[in-house]
């Protein structure tokens, strides 16, 4: 997927939108990720299953935002998106 992408494009920051969702494999407990200004497909990172089809250097930023437990509390308990700043 990341072949999607020019150098260019990944050296920029984005802002990425996360969501809890269901995952398409096993149908348990994702988050989607969309990143608001690439010209790509939402991305889905599993907690049941493991699936995950979100680039890897999006995805170690995703968990990160994710540990911080108000954070975490938004999207599940909450059912908010929320937006974080891609470096």
């Excluded at 407990?29 to 493991?50: D, L």
């Excluded at 170690?60 to 908010?80: C, R, S």
Aim: with cysteine.
């Amino acid at each position: 997927m990341s072949d999607h992408f020019s150098n260019k494009e990944i050296s920029e920051k984005y802002k990425a939108v996360i969501s809890s969702t269901r995952c398409p494999n096993c149908e348990g407990e994702a988050i989607s990720v969309t990143v608001k200004t690439m010209k790509g497909p939402m991305m889905v990172r599993c907690f049941s299953c493991g699936y995950s089809d979100v680039i890897m250097w999006i995805e170690k930023q995703v968990m990160d935002a994710l540990k911080n437990a108000k954070v975490f509390n938004q999207v599940w308990k909450e059912g908010q998106s929320i937006e974080i700043v891609l470096n």
